[in-house]
Structures are given as structure tokens and as C-alpha cells.
């Protein structure tokens, strides 16, 4: 990766990231604390990381509907952690993975095997999972790396995933989707790369980067999300929400837009691939650090 990327390099590297992995989740600890678990067991139906911790161990995403917490809104129980998910692929429904949503559309996404794990100053975990349809047919096959980062104020994520269609794909234009986290109360101040500020001014917009920021237990903290150069519809378009919702989805172009003309559905014919990368950096915001900006 590249770009707002290259300004993380001086102040990471100062963390020893290791791995412990477990029939139902791959926990990843920072300093021997622990950091985040990707959970992958066999009543998942989506991948998930759970819960995202600052560099102080605060909790900066929603803990329902896997714990519950008092304070926190029960809404939308498919707003699991962070995942890369979508409503619509073939007709399928990959985003509402809640035991309470499942009907005839829902897909899945199950774990095929965990590729190799390395600790160190930069962790590297690299997995593959199966994308199925409600009848267990294979539609996509998903690899996936993500390298952990750390320095004593900053912890960040590099996602690298690629998805290959084991038969024609067609990802549907819908705004449920893709690349999301849904975070904890008191990180409501929204921003974008692009100078929007709050829901009013963001969702449905495009920027190569958008942060929630606040506090979290008397902490002021923010969360970014950079889209990266080369990923589909670059600069993305933004599902965001106040309530917590953080999402970059290329494929919502209707919904975003209004235009009921537009069209932003992408065929993926068998045996192609889409590639995506992103970064979540997460810090304080009482830090002089250049990762919020260009």
C-alpha cells in the first residue's frame, strides 16, 4: 500500500504482535494485551473482528449483539464488529447474517482454512473463506491478509482481500454493504476526506478517507477508514450513519446517488477477481499525528 499509507511507517514498529489461533477464532494480542479476535467458527455466518481496542485497551466498536452492554442501542444485530460483506451477490444476501434475518437469500461466509500466521512488530494473518449460497454452492472464494500494526498512541490494520468467482458474480447496486464497522457510543462526530461533516453532509458521499471521532471512557479517540488507489468506483462511496454504522461500498451508486438511471452493479465473469485494500487506523485525538490527513 501506498499514499496516506507511507505516513504510518516512522511511528509504527514499536509493538511485538503475536497470534494464538482456536477452532472458532484467530486472537491477536498486542504487547500481551489483547487487541481484537476474528471470529470464523461454524455458527458464524460472516467473519467478523471483535471487539477493536485502542492503544489505552478502550473498546471503540459496538459489543452487541455478542455482549450486552448497558448504554448501547440494540439495533440492527448484523452490525457485527468489523467485516467485508454484501447484501447482494447473485440475489444473495451476505450483510443481514443475524439468526433473526435468514431466509431464502441469505449466503454465507465460512472459513476454509487459515494460511499462515507471523508475529512481530508487523502480525500477518492470511486466511481464505468461501463465499456460499443458501444451498452451500460455492460463489466466491475470498483471500484475505491482514497485517497488524501498532506504535504506544496508534493501532492500525492493513486489509489486502481478493475475491475470485468460482461462477459469474453479479454484485448488485445496494447501499447494504461493504467493507464495515460498526462502533461504540460517543464516537459520533462525523468527517470526510471530501470536507463533509455529519450524516447530513456524508452518506452516499465519496472521499478517500472518513473518520468518526469522540470519546470512549473519558478518552478522545477517533477511527479512519482509507480507501486505497485501485480499489473499485476509487474513491468509494460511504454508508455512514451516527448511530455508528462506518461503511465504504464502490457497488451503491443508485441508492447513493438518488439517480434512479444510475447503475453502479458489477459483473464479475468466472475465473476473474476483484481486489481491494484498506486500512483502520485507530488513535487519539488530542495526538499530533499526520495519519487523519493527507
Request: charged share 25%.
Amino acid at each position: 500500500m501506498k499514499s496516506v499509507l507511507l505516513l504510518l511507517l516512522p511511528a509504527l514498529l514499536t509493538a511485538e504482535v503475536r497470534f494464538h489461533q482456536f477452532p472458532d477464532r484467530l486472537s491477536v494480542e498486542i504487547d500481551g494485551k489483547p487487541y481484537t479476535d476474528l471470529f470464523y467458527g461454524p455458527d458464524v455466518r460472516k467473519p467478523y473482528l471483535h471487539p477493536l481496542r485502542s492503544a489505552t485497551g478502550k473498546i471503540v466498536t459496538r459489543q452487541y449483539p455478542m455482549a450486552d452492554v448497558p448504554g448501547e442501542k440494540k439495533d440492527h444485530p448484523h452490525h457485527q464488529g468489523l467485516s467485508f460483506t454484501y447484501a447482494d451477490v447473485n440475489g444473495y444476501n451476505f450483510w443481514a447474517s443475524d439468526k433473526t434475518q435468514l431466509d431464502s437469500k441469505s449466503g454465507s461466509i465460512r472459513l476454509k482454512r487459515v494460511v499462515s500466521t507471523k508475529d512481530g512488530v508487523k502480525g500477518v494473518a492470511k486466511l481464505e473463506f468461501e463465499w456460499l449460497d443458501p444451498q452451500g454452492q460455492l460463489l466466491l472464494t475470498e483471500e484475505r491478509t491482514m497485517t497488524f500494526s501498532a506504535s504506544p498512541g496508534l493501532r492500525a490494520i492493513d486489509f489486502d482481500i481478493t475475491l475470485r468467482a468460482e461462477q459469474q458474480a453479479v454484485f448488485g447496486d445496494t447501499k447494504e454493504g461493504m467493507f464495515n464497522i460498526r462502533l461504540a457510543p460517543g464516537l459520533d462526530h462525523l468527517s470526510g476526506s471530501n470536507g463533509c461533516h455529519g450524516e447530513k453532509e456524508c452518506w452516499g458521499k465519496r472521499g478517500e478517507s472518513f473518520t468518526f471521532s469522540g470519546s470512549v471512557g473519558g478518552e478522545p479517540l477517533s477511527v479512519t477508514i482509507f480507501d486505497q488507489p485501485g480499489n473499485p468506483s476509487y474513491p468509494t462511496y460511504w454508508h455512514v450513519r451516527e448511530y455508528g454504522l462506518f461503511a465504504a461500498n464502490p457497488f451503491g451508486v443508485r441508492d447513493f446517488t438518488g439517480d434512479k438511471n444510475a447503475n453502479g452493479s458489477r459483473t464479475l465473469p468466472r475465473g476473474e477477481s476483484l481486489h481491494f485494500q484498506y486500512r483502520v487506523v485507530i488513535q487519539g485525538t488530542d495526538r499530533d499525528h499526520p495519519v487523519a490527513s493527507r
